[in-house]
């Protein structure tokens, strides 16, 4: 499974911004997807995620409220829509994958990150 994140940028303090992750293979029903982030200095942190079986998103509380996960089946993506977006969100975000069949906690497959800089 490959994992393409895209749309990071510069963004003053308030404002939104949308991250979409592009999967190799269909992620409906298979992978439960999550997005996490890395700050300057920072432990890789979870930001969000979306079940395999589709119904169920969960956030951390940092970004609860704010942030939304989202799945388009049809194109394979995920997309995560940051909004009221503050100085600490800055970090390079990651999307991941984890099929259904892990055991374990751990994401199975992992994007390249694309950076989330707020100024502000």
């Known amino acids: 499974v490959q ?5 990071g940028g ?10 979409s992750c592009a999967a190799s293979v269909r992620t409906s029903s298979s992978y ?5 982030r890395q700050a300057p200095g920072k ?14 998103s ?15 089946n049809a194109k394979n993506t995920i ?6 977006l503050k100085p600490e ?3 390079v975000y990651y999307c991941a994958a984890k099929s259904r069949l892990s055991k374990g906690p751990e ?6 990150g694309t950076q989330v800089t707020v100024s502000s």
């Open 3 to 7: 994992l393409q994140a895209s749309g």
């Open 10 to 19: 510069l963004v003053q303090a308030g404002g939104s911004l949308r991250l």
């Open 32 to 36: 439960t997807m999550g997005w996490f």
């Open 43 to 56: 432990a890789r942190e979870f930001v969000g995620g979306i079940h395999w079986s589709g119904g169920a």
């Open 58 to 72: 969960y956030y951390a509380d940092s970004v609860k409220g704010r942030f939304t996960i989202s799945r388009d």
């Open 79 to 84: 997309d995560l829509q940051m909004s009221s």
């Open 89 to 91: 969100d800055t970090a």
């Open 107 to 112: 994401y199975d497959y992992w994007g390249q």
